[in-house]
C-alpha cells in the first residue's frame, strides 16, 4: 500500500520476484502479530531514496522497457549516494551513450530529492512496524 507502487503499479521496483517474495501491508502485518500474541504499537515508513533512488529509476526502467523506449542493455542507473565516482574512479553517468547518459544525470536529480521528500513525509515504500509482548489477563 506505498505510494511508490501506487505511482508506478506493476512496474514497480519492489515487487522484483523472485527476490521479494513476501509483501505485506501495515494492517496485514498487525494481524500476524495479533496472532503471534504482539500488540503493534507504532508503524513508521521509509524509502532511503532519497540517498539511494534507485527503486524509483529502476521502476522507471521497467515501465520504459515495457514501452520499448529503453533497451536491457542501456548501462544501469547510477546508485551512488553522494558522489557519480565509481569505484574504479570512472563517471556512474558514463555508458557511452548521450541520451541515456542524460537520461541517468535528470532522474537521479529528480528522484533523490523526490526520495527524500517521501521520506520526510513517511511515504516511503518500507515500513518498520514495532510491536511488544501482548499482556496477558488472568
Not at 21 to 50: C, K, Q
Not at 58 to 77: M, T, V, W
Request: proline share 5%; charged share 25%.
Amino acid at each position: 500500500n506505498s505510494f511508490d507502487r501506487r505511482v508506478f503499479g506493476g512496474y514497480w521496483r519492489g515487487l522484483a520476484l523472485p527476490i521479494h517474495l513476501h509483501h505485506f501491508t501495515v494492517g496485514r502485518l498487525s494481524a500476524l502479530f495479533r496472532d503471534a500474541e504482539l500488540e503493534p504499537i507504532s508503524v513508521e515508513y521509509f524509502s532511503n531514496s532519497g540517498r539511494w533512488p534507485s527503486n524509483y529509476t529502476d521502476s522507471l526502467r521497467n515501465f520504459l522497457r515495457q514501452k520499448r523506449l529503453y533497451r536491457r542493455g542501456a548501462a544501469p542507473a547510477p546508485q551512488a549516494a553522494e558522489s557519480t565516482a565509481a569505484p574504479d574512479g570512472r563517471d556512474m553517468f558514463s555508458s557511452g551513450n548521450r541520451l541515456i547518459d542524460l537520461l541517468h544525470k535528470v532522474e537521479y536529480g529528480i528522484f533523490r530529492n523526490w526520495g527524500s521528500l517521501m521520506d520526510r513525509l513517511g511515504m516511503g515504500s518500507s515500513f518498520l512496524l514495532l510491536g511488544r509482548k501482548t499482556p496477558r489477563t488472568n
